[in-house]
T-cell receptor
Framework: NAGVTQTPKFRILKIGQSMTLQCTQDMNHNYMYWYRQDPGMGLKLIYYSVGAGITDKGEVPNGYNVSRSTTEDFPLRLELAAPSQTSVYFC?????????????FGQGTRLTVV | DAKTTQPTSMDCAEGRAANLPCNHSTISGNEYVYWYRQIHSQGPQYIIHGLKNNETNEMASLIITEDRKSSTLILPHATLRDTAVYYCIVRVPGNQFYFGTGTSLTVIP
């Protein structure tokens, strides 16, 4: 049981390049999330999904796209990388049951745009 | 979800209790108080949550005031490994988690 796995762990992009941050979970969780964390700041919600085929915007969605074709995977796409997207990106998941309080987080992807 | 206010930073001596406060004066009746922590830029880790009653688990205790407008996370015997940023989050179960800037706790040897 690996939990939430993010790849890659580190990446350097040039301005204007595109990339996909991968997130997969093996806990059969319905909810999945993408957050970004700028240096010295808290986490900001980018996008989330309540199940396969359903996604919705969070606090800071501009410049990103997501898809949820399976329960396990929730990739985050950057189409035209900008220096403002330099950040650490965290993926998280949690089950549908309201009795389970916690969300499970991956270890993060550190992205630098130069 | 209600907004929370936490001190920016705190220190605690190793072996002593760390008491981390959180204000949530606009909390509504169906909102829970959750605590997460983030150790050195790792993914956040769940600690504890509660609605009205005080809660305790193997990691910490959560004390919620009777009017529910504030709460305190207590780490009973802080260790150096408890140095982290602690986030207090108020949310309705089923809603999304929104993180503030948290309290940076430094445990001093």
């Amino acid at each position: 049981n690996a939990g939430v796995t993010q790849t890659p762990k580190f990446r350097i992009l040039k301005i204007g390049q595109s990339m996909t941050l991968q997130c997969t979970q093996d806990m059969n969780h319905n909810y999945m999330y993408w957050y970004r964390q700028d240096p010295g700041m808290g986490l900001k919600l980018i996008y989330y999904s309540v199940g396969a085929g359903i996604t919705d915007k969070g606090e800071v969605p501009n410049g990103y796209n997501v898809s949820r074709s399976t329960t396990e995977d929730f990739p985050l796409r950057l189409e035209l990388a900008a220096p403002s997207q330099t950040s650490v990106y965290f993926c998280a998941s949690r089950p549908l049951s309201l009795r389970v309080a916690e969300a499970f987080f991956g270890q993060g992807t550190r992205l630098t745009v130069v | 979800d209600a907004k929370t206010t936490q001190p920016t930073s705190m220190d605690c001596a190793e072996g002593r209790a760390a008491n981390l406060p959180c204000n949530h004066s606009t909390i509504s009746g169906n909102e829970y108080v959750y605590w997460y922590r983030q150790i050195h830029s790792q993914g956040p880790q769940y600690i504890i949550h509660g609605l009205k009653n005080n809660e305790t688990n193997e990691m910490a205790s959560l004390i919620i005031t009777e009017d529910r407008k504030s709460s305190t996370l207590i780490l009973p015997h802080a260790t150096l490994r408890d140095t982290a940023v602690y986030y207090c989050i108020v949310r309705v179960p089923g809603n999304q988690f929104y993180f503030g800037t948290g309290t940076s706790l430094t445990v001093i040897p």
